[in-house]
């Protein structure tokens, strides 16, 4: 199993940015997917989180308004669309794979990319 996370990179502040994340080895339609970072000196926080069916969501305060959390089950991928870029945004990002049908920061997470790095200047 694993999990590809790409689109990561610099970008200025006030831009925006669209993370992806592809799973293989196996499909995640039925599990809740979700975006995590990490920042510098910092622990890993959660970000967004998806419902297997993509119909509920659930985001960070810090990021509510600004990131839009999708996937595709067909393409077995979730993606992370970043608007209004902040330098406090400055992480590198991971997506987990839930072990239930829904993903919020409470709920366990078994399988976890690589990460990709957003870095946000300003």
Do not use: H
């Amino acid at each position: 199993v694993q999990l590809q996370a790409s689109g990561g990179g610099l970008v200025q502040a006030g831009g925006s940015l669209r993370l992806s994340c592809a799973a293989s080895g196996r499909t995640f339609s039925y599990y809740g997917m979700a975006w995590f970072r990490q920042a510098p000196g910092k622990e890993r926080e959660f970000v967004a989180g998806i419902s297997w069916s993509g119909g509920t969501t659930y985001y960070a305060d810090s990021v509510k308004g600004r990131f839009t959390i999708s996937r595709d089950n067909a393409q077995n991928t979730v993606y992370l669309q970043m608007n209004s870029l902040k330098p406090e945004d400055t992480a590198v990002y991971y997506c987990a794979v839930s072990r239930t049908d829904w993903a919020s920061p409470r709920i366990p997470y078994d399988y976890w990319g690589q990460g990709t790095l957003v870095t946000v200047s300003s």
